[in-house]
């Protein structure tokens, strides 16, 4: 049996400001409407808009006062596999799942990436900081990685 696997990927480059947000959120749906399976995509939104919103509320601008919001499509088996990665400049405390009131109006950014994603995570390099996820065609959620 052989596997076929294709790639397919995107860069944007929003302001470090709440208008970002919505800037990327909407890049990303109108570059992968009609590519990636409704369900996909809905998800790929929801996480997308919560790590950029993240990025802008809790950490640092990368030069230039910018978030980098990147995204690649992989086919393979017949899957497809969606990694969505937002870079910023950093900021003081490490990516994780908070533990929220029921009646608190934030706080529950990363439990829905972790919920939406077959996998999720961080890595810090010389510039800054990226959080990550890794979300798979419908069926196949899983516990986060982080």
Not at 24 to 36: H, P, Q, W
Not at 100 to 114: H, K, M, Q, W, Y
Not at 121 to 141: C, I, K, N, P, Y
Request: with cysteine; charged share 25%.
């Amino acid at each position: 049996m052989t596997t076929s696997v294709a790639e397919r990927a995107w860069c944007v480059v929003v302001p470090h400001h709440p208008q970002g947000a919505g800037r990327a959120r909407a890049r990303l749906a109108d570059e992968l409407a009609g590519l990636v399976r409704p369900e996909l995509l809905a998800d790929a939104v929801s996480v997308a808009a919560e790590l950029v919103g993240n990025a802008i509320r809790h950490a640092d601008a990368l030069p230039g006062g910018v978030v980098r919001l990147a995204w690649k499509i992989r086919y393979a088996g017949g899957e497809q596999i969606l990694d969505i990665r937002v870079t910023d400049g950093g900021g003081s405390s490490v990516p994780r799942v908070r533990q929220f009131d029921p009646d608190a109006t934030d706080g529950r950014g990363l439990a829905i990436v972790e919920a939406l994603a077959a996998r999720w995570g961080h890595e810090r390099d010389g510039l800054g900081q990226t959080v990550w996820a890794e979300l798979v065609s419908a069926g196949r959620r899983g516990p986060g990685a982080h």
